[in-house]
T-cell receptor, first 112, second 111 residues
């Protein structure tokens, strides 16, 4: 199993809503990542979890809150987002560091 | 972040070879990667090369690394319409728990 599974595939939310994005992998990878990708741009790192501990937070606003409940799961909790937060949110995992990172299919988020 | 540069567009005819180029800045990068992204989809890891290698071949894909010039290329032999996508190179500097992506090259394969 070399899959990283993200749910939902699409999400539309209002600026006052609270929602969560989910990511799951069963490859035994100990590093998991959240990336944000705007249209026609490369992915940009948001957060890194290494061995279930947050190791990197790339100055992401607090309206994005990551959580790593166990070594297979990664969540991204969303609250009071802005329209400019609309983007493709990608989850990735890797055995260690950032080598051979495998990406999920992403969640297309639209904030209205 | 790091500066990883790619040309934005490339068009080739079906059956021809495609060469996608990338320049990077961090000479300490241990691994360099090529990812493929189809419209509306996530990133698919195509191949990667360790920085002490000059070349890596994997079926239709050939990666060339010129470490002196910090230049990476991806050659796709016998390009097919299914190869149409955006291709990102990425570097992983030593000690950095991150991937720095290039700007992406949109490959269009003309039937």
């Amino acid at each position: 199993d070399t899959e990283v599974t993200q749910t939902p595939k699409h999400l539309v939310m209002g600026m006052t809503n609270k929602k969560s994005l989910k990511c799951e992998q069963h490859m035994g990878h100990r590093a998991m990542y959240w990336y944000k990708q705007k249209a026609k741009k490369p992915p940009e790192l948001m957060f890194v979890y290494s061995y279930e501990k947050l190791s990197i937070n790339e100055s992401v606003p607090s309206r994005f809150s990551p959580e790593c409940p166990n070594s297979s799961l990664l969540n991204l909790h969303l609250h009071a987002l802005q329209p400019e937060d609309s983007a493709l949110y990608l989850c990735a995992s890797s055995p260690r560091d950032s080598r051979e990172a495998f990406f999920g299919q992403g969640t297309r988020l639209t904030v209205v | 972040g790091e500066d990883v540069e790619q040309s934005l567009f490339l068009s080739v005819r079906e059956g021809d070879s495609s060469v996608i180029n990338c320049t990077y800045t961090d000479s300490s990068s241990t691994y360099l990667y090529w990812y493929k992204q189809e419209p509306g989809a996530g990133l698919q890891l195509l191949t990667y090369i360790f920085s002490n290698m000059d070349m890596k071949q994997d079926q239709r894909l050939t990666v060339l690394l010129n470490k002196k010039d910090k230049h990476l290329s991806l050659r796709i032999a016998d390009t097919q319409t299914g190869d149409s996508a955006i291709y990102f190179c990425a570097e992983s500097p030593t000690g950095a728990n991150n991937l720095f992506f290039g700007t992406g090259t949109r490959l269009t394969v003309i039937p």
